[in-house]
């Protein structure tokens, strides 16, 4: 048992190679600047990345964040059986067309 949470601590995900950079990250794409011009900043931190990468990680911290402040769905309610539903009928359809005008 002690070999499996041996190997459970090591296999431990760490919090992302981007993370400490994603306030800059977020600066340099709302000024603008491509995935490659960011890729390109990484790369001067240390940091090696791929325009897909940097894609994929904005995506993900943006959907995080939707989802921390997205209100509760609301919740459904039944609905109110109508007057024809009580019945187990369909509701009459009355529309005498007009024989005196043609739409040809």
């Not at 791929?50 to 995080?64: N, Q």
């Amino acid at each position: 048992m002690g070999e499996i949470t041996e190997y459970l601590a090591r296999a431990q995900r760490g919090k992302g190679k981007m993370v400490p950079w994603q306030d800059d990250i977020v600066a340099l794409r709302s000024a603008g600047a491509t995935y490659r011009l960011i890729c390109g900043y990484l790369a001067e931190q240390g940091v090696t990345a791929s325009p897909a990468e940097v894609h994929r990680f904005l995506r993900r911290r943006g959907r995080d964040r939707l989802l921390a402040t997205a209100l509760p769905r609301p919740q459904a309610t039944a609905r109110q059986p109508g007057p024809e539903r009580d019945k187990g009928q369909l509701p009459k359809f009355e529309w005498p067309p007009d024989k005196t005008k043609s739409s040809w």
